[in-house]
């Protein structure tokens, strides 16, 4: 184990950043399955029923840390990136990639178009109130 805890120290380095460039954590792939869906807000939760990532040695680390990330808290495509420090293509990649796996599973936020009109909201609860 490295002085990391993690067993990566050799694919970082602390002055140059990540050894291994971007486009080889994705195989050199731009695009995965289902990625129309996988915009900056697009929020990605671990699926309850998903093995073991670290168990998994066809994953990448960065996936394993996807899925770590995601399995407290549902993050953003965006949060993900930043936390990463990965660009949002790649991301979108090996969301993708976890997706097609069935360790994640993305979901969207309601578009402010869909959301109930602020004044319905009100006549409803003066509605409730008059009750």
Not at 41 to 58: H, N, W
Request: proline fraction near 8%; charged fraction near 25%; hydrophobic fraction near 40%.
């Amino acid at each position: 184990m490295s002085a990391d805890g993690q067993g990566r120290s050799h694919w970082f380095d602390d002055e140059a950043g990540p050894v291994v460039r971007p486009y080889a954590m994705t195989g050199g792939r731009t695009t995965s399955a289902g990625q129309h869906r996988l915009d900056l807000i697009a929020v990605v939760l671990t699926e309850p029923q998903a093995d073991d990532p670290d168990a998994d040695s066809s994953l990448s680390p960065e996936h394993v840390d996807i899925v770590g990330l995601c399995r407290d808290t549902p993050q953003s495509v965006a949060e993900l990136a930043a936390e990463l420090d990965l660009p949002v293509g790649v991301v979108r990649v090996l969301v993708g990639d976890l997706v097609a796996r069935e360790f994640v599973h993305v979901t969207r936020p309601v578009p402010p178009a869909e959301l109930p009109d602020e004044s319905i909201l009100r006549d409803v609860i003066n509605g409730l109130r008059a009750l």
